[in-house]
T-cell receptor, first 111, second 111 residues
Framework: GENVEQHPSTLSVQEGDSAVIKCTYSDSASNYFPWYKQELGKGPQLIIDIRSNVGEKKDQRIAVTLNKTAKHFSLHITETQPEDSAVYFC??????????FGPGTRLSVLP | EAQVTQNPRYLITVTGKKLTVTCSQNMNHEYMSWYRQDPGLGLRQIYYSMNVEVTDKGDVPEGYKVSRKEKRNFPLILESPSPNQTSLYFC??????????FGPGTRLTVL
């Protein structure tokens, strides 16, 4: 089945710095690449996604880059704020088949 | 309001006592899924459904049953719960190959 890894597993940054989380996957048929944010006590929520025909997508302080050849995609957060502190999950998808979430990255933004 | 609802939100039960966790969505999504979340293990898929009367096993289906008789509902059934099924459970729905919308979670304790 699909093997999904995330690095790092924990990340601490100073407020205002940038954060980058990388997700690697094994299923070359994956064609949808989302990132979810989970705050304490809540369900995960989509923050940004990208499809396989696009290399990069940006939404204000958040961006996602995709390298399909190398089978990895990354989440970039610039100008981090305390409210960015959460657990982030990648979840590469192939039309709902063999769907696996990454193990998660705990981001702490220090004031 | 577009949403996924789960009931109950909290449940304490005893080993062997059958229980059902309900999940309902109002977005006309084909795809519905159940996950369990345990510390250090991330989100693991239990079962998923691509449409009415179509269900399939995820990564950790043992001890669980599901049914999809209507498009909006996807109940999770534990016929004989055991303590190792103590966990936080999330239901999610989406269009196939698109953003997943998660319910608020059900915290289950099996004594």
């Amino acid at each position: 089945g699909e093997n999904v890894e995330q690095h790092p597993s924990t990340l601490s940054v100073q407020e205002g710095d940038s954060a980058v989380i990388k997700c690697t996957y094994s299923d070359s048929a994956s064609n949808y690449f989302p990132w979810y944010k989970q705050e304490l006590g809540k369900g995960p929520q989509l923050i940004i996604d990208i499809r396989s025909n696009v290399g990069e997508k940006k939404d204000q302080r958040i961006a996602v880059t995709l390298n399909k050849t190398a089978k990895h995609f990354s989440l970039h957060i610039t100008e981090t704020q305390p409210e960015d502190s959460a657990v982030y999950f990648c979840a590469p998808d192939n039309y709902g088949q063999n769907f696996v979430f990454g193990p998660g990255t705990r981001l702490s933004v220090l004031p | 309001e577009a949403q996924v609802t789960q009931n109950p939100r909290y449940l304490i039960t005893v080993t062997g006592k059958k229980l059902t966790v309900t999940c309902s969505q109002n977005m006309n999504h084909e795809y519905m899924s159940w996950y369990r979340q345990d510390p250090g293990l991330g989100l693991r898929q239990i079962y998923y459904s691509m449409n009415v009367e179509v269900t399939d096993k995820g990564d950790v289906p043992e001890g669980y049953k599901v049914s999809r008789k209507e498009k909006r509902n996807f109940p999770l059934i534990l016929e004989s719960p055991s303590p190792n099924q103590t966990s936080l459970y999330f239901c999610a729905s989406s269009l196939v190959g698109d953003e997943q919308f998660f319910g608020p979670g059900t915290r289950l304790t099996v004594l």
